[in-house]
């Protein structure tokens, strides 16, 4: 038991396709985030949800849309999808404390052909 | 904005010795926390220590340990008596005061040598 589930762990797509990215986390957290982890560059902030209201959104393309229906689901909605959007897509979730670590999930290893 | 910058993309360490990651990082804020992350090959990250910027003490967690120097905006990671499991990505990551938001270095590869 992880915590933090993500399915798929791997997708390949072409640009034309429409798929979805799944997290669950069983923690009881309050705040979950999706990340982007490309080769040789530091992880990327994308969204931040905050008592299922997305807080943060780091100037993500449009191609890339968030849903989250309850506090302990977060999906990323791909379509139309570029070669240069494969990445490891890292979801995390945390409580509201202060002392509120990010626990990851294993990640989704998506593929743009 | 706040900057975080690991200036060594691998390290290596023999098995049962000492290595120590750098870290820098730059911010304009009081209340802060700092994180050290370990991405192992194909798992999930999992948080291998936390500071918060208004404790002098460096913290601790079995063979891993921090040098904190705030003044210096420094944040490295010694890990002692190194094992093979000990192999990962190390990410150092930044918090501004309460929010989740995690700002991240490039990380850092190590390999440790049996």
């Known amino acids: 038991e992880t915590g933090v589930t993500q399915t798929p762990r791997h997708l390949v797509m072409g640009m034309t396709n429409k798929k979805s990215l799944k997290c669950e986390q069983h923690l009881g957290h309050n705040a979950m985030y999706w990340y982007k982890q490309s080769a040789k560059k530091p992880l990327e902030l994308m969204f931040v949800?905050?008592?299922?209201?997305?807080?943060e959104n780091n100037s993500v393309p449009s191609r890339f849309s968030p849903e989250c229906p309850n506090s302990s689901h977060l999906f990323l909605h791909l379509h139309t999808l570029q070669p240069e959007d494969s990445a490891l897509y890292l979801c995390a979730s945390s409580s509201q404390s202060r002392n509120g670590e990010l626990f990851f999930g294993e990640g989704s290893r998506l593929t743009v052909l | 904005a706040q900057t975080v910058t690991q200036s060594q993309p691998e390290m290596s360490v023999q098995e049962a010795e000492t290595v120590t990651l750098s870290c820098t990082y730059d911010t304009s804020e009081s209340d802060y926390y700092l994180f050290w992350y370990k991405q192992p090959p194909s798992r999930q990250m999992i948080l291998v220590i936390r500071q918060e910027a208004y404790k002098q003490q460096n913290a601790t967690e079995n063979r891993f340990s921090v040098n904190f120097q705030k003044a210096a905006k420094s944040f490295s990671l010694k890990i002692s008596d190194s094992q093979l499991g000990d192999a990962a990505m190390y990410f150092c990551a930044y918090r501004k005061g309460n929010t989740g938001k995690l700002i991240f270095g490039q990380g850092t590869t190590l390999q440790v040598k049996p």
């Open positions: 949800y905050s008592l299922e209201e997305r807080v």
